[in-house]
């Protein structure tokens, strides 16, 4: 898995996660998002990240945090373990993220859940491009110089069939910039809720990332 950038917190994947749980976050990064749960929602978080540095800071805000890479080494976690497995902006970071979700699927409690984020690939600003040739990297975003693996929402529910787990609902955070969605103008409300209605009527086509809700 290659090195990844610091996270902050995904509020979309925060809301789908109940009250009194105990989670596992895969890619915690510093612990942002782990750190939000605890104080928010109550809850018990280990974290799991390839970075040294990472996981030094993640001590300070998580029940326990591990330096280890997912697709190499063994997990320090018994079996069902976790009411919630948390893969946010991790799977395009994977060379095998197939191998990595039948993995992880042990440490999983019965009636357990995953909650994954996922760029999505056809965006429209990414079609956009590719209509004129181009396939650049960037520093950030979808096409994060650091993604390795490329998801539309058929392709990602695909991968969750093959891992054997069952996607229960799909929820789509808003993002995207085209034509007259600039940064700066999308501060105004009504173009916010127009931005947050183009991605609820085609989402494939409008949102910045699949969050997928799973389970076994």
Not at 24 to 43: M, P
Not at 197 to 216: D, E, G, N, S
């Amino acid at each position: 898995m290659k090195i990844q950038k610091k996270r902050g917190l995904n509020k979309f994947v925060a809301k789908q996660v109940g009250f009194g749980k105990k989670i596992l976050d895969i890619g915690c990064a510093e612990g942002k998002l782990g750190k939000y749960l605890r104080r928010q929602k109550g809850a018990v978080v280990f974290g799991v990240d390839i970075s040294s540095k990472a996981i030094k800071e993640a001590k300070k805000s998580l029940d326990g945090a591990y330096r280890l890479d997912i697709e190499t080494e063994a997990l320090p976690f018994l079996q069902k373990s976790f009411d919630v497995i948390i893969c946010a902006d991790v799977l395009e970071h994977l060379y095998d993220p197939l191998a990595v979700l039948k993995k992880l699927k042990i440490y999983l409690k019965d009636k357990g859940i995953f909650v994954l984020s996922i760029p999505n690939i056809a965006n429209i600003k990414v079609r956009w491009r590719l209509l004129w040739g181009k396939f650049d990297y960037e520093e950030s975003g979808i096409m994060d110089y650091s993604h390795i693996r490329f998801f539309t929402k058929k392709s990602a529910l695909n991968l969750m069939r093959k891992a054997g787990i069952k996607a229960l609902r799909i929820d789509y955070s808003p993002g995207f910039s085209f034509f007259f969605f600039q940064g700066r103008v999308i501060r105004f409300k009504i173009l916010k809720t127009l931005h947050s209605l183009l991605t609820k009527l085609a989402p494939t086509l409008f949102c910045r990332q699949f969050i997928i809700i799973a389970q076994l």
